[in-house]
């Protein structure tokens, strides 16, 4: 059974940081790519993409809006995904999800967690 779990989110105030944690199992983690997604907190809000590794290659993205604040790592032996987020924003208040695909980071990955919420006040 494929698990990713969330963890690590919270409420801080506008420039804190925060470590976002992705524990996985039940895919090979080294041969796939895995990422963070965010969906702010409201109706109608789009789920965005927010940084991706491929593990194997240790290749990283990330969206304009959090480059140079936050970055992606992964340990293998934990098989876990990481996400420290520094100089927060209220702009970045939203549900974090972890996600898995075995080709490429993009919308329709083949798993998912069930996110976890950060939200930053101003």
């Known amino acids: 059974e494929v698990q990713l779990v969330e963890s690590g989110g919270g409420l801080v105030q506008a420039g804190a940081s925060l470590r976002l944690s992705c524990a996985t199992s039940?895919?090979?983690?080294?041969?796939?790519?895995i990422g963070w997604f965010r969906q702010a907190p409201g109706t109608g809000s789009e789920r965005e993409v927010v940084?991706?590794?491929?593990?194997?290659?240790?290749?990283?993205e990330y969206a304009d809006s959090v480059t140079g604040r936050f970055t992606i790592s992964s340990d293998s032996a934990k098989k876990t995904l990481y996400l420290q987020m520094n100089n927060l924003k209220p702009e970045d208040t939203a549900v974090y999800y972890c996600?898995?695909?075995?080709?490429?980071?993009?919308?329709?990955?083949?798993?998912w967690g069930k996110g976890t919420l950060v939200t930053v006040s101003s």
């Open positions: 996600a898995a695909d075995s080709e490429l980071c993009g919308d329709n990955m083949d798993y």
């Open positions: 039940g895919f090979a983690f080294d041969n796939y790519a």
């Open positions: 940084s991706c590794i491929s593990v194997g290659a240790g290749r990283t």
